[in-house]
């Protein structure tokens, strides 16, 4: 029993300063994703005349990088299309913290296309 313990707390020692940390599947980090990017599109679009508005405002992700080592485990770059008659659109990137296991927005820009 006492060397069940030991083995544990070596483990845990191990996890806890060996610089491991969680690391999510590529999979459930797009899930994770996907709500904070369709929060972003209705947060986008708020306020703005209908009649300027696409049918359907979308958005795409344009990249998803992983990483291997390092707090950051993820990348990603969304564009968002949302205008009718003006050709520009809102380019934001992501970052997934592995210690918080959290998406966080890091830049937003305007670009035409």
């Not at 610089?19 to 899930?31: F, H």
């Not at 990088?65 to 969304?78: E, K, P, T």
Request: with cysteine.
């Amino acid at each position: 029993m006492k060397l069940t313990k030991i083995c544990l707390l070596l483990f845990a020692f191990i996890i806890l300063f060996s610089g491991c940390m969680p690391r999510l599947s590529e999979e459930a980090a797009r899930a994770r994703l996907e709500p904070l990017l369709i929060e972003d599109l209705a947060v986008i679009i708020e306020g703005i005349d209908s009649a300027a508005l696409l049918e359907e405002p979308y958005f795409v992700i344009r990249e998803f990088n992983g990483f291997d080592q390092g707090r950051l485990q993820y990348l990603a770059v969304a564009e968002f299309y949302f205008l009718r008659d003006i050709r520009k659109k809102i380019v934001r990137r992501y970052r997934f913290d592995r210690r918080t296991l959290s998406w966080d927005r890091f830049y937003n820009e305007w670009r035409s296309f």
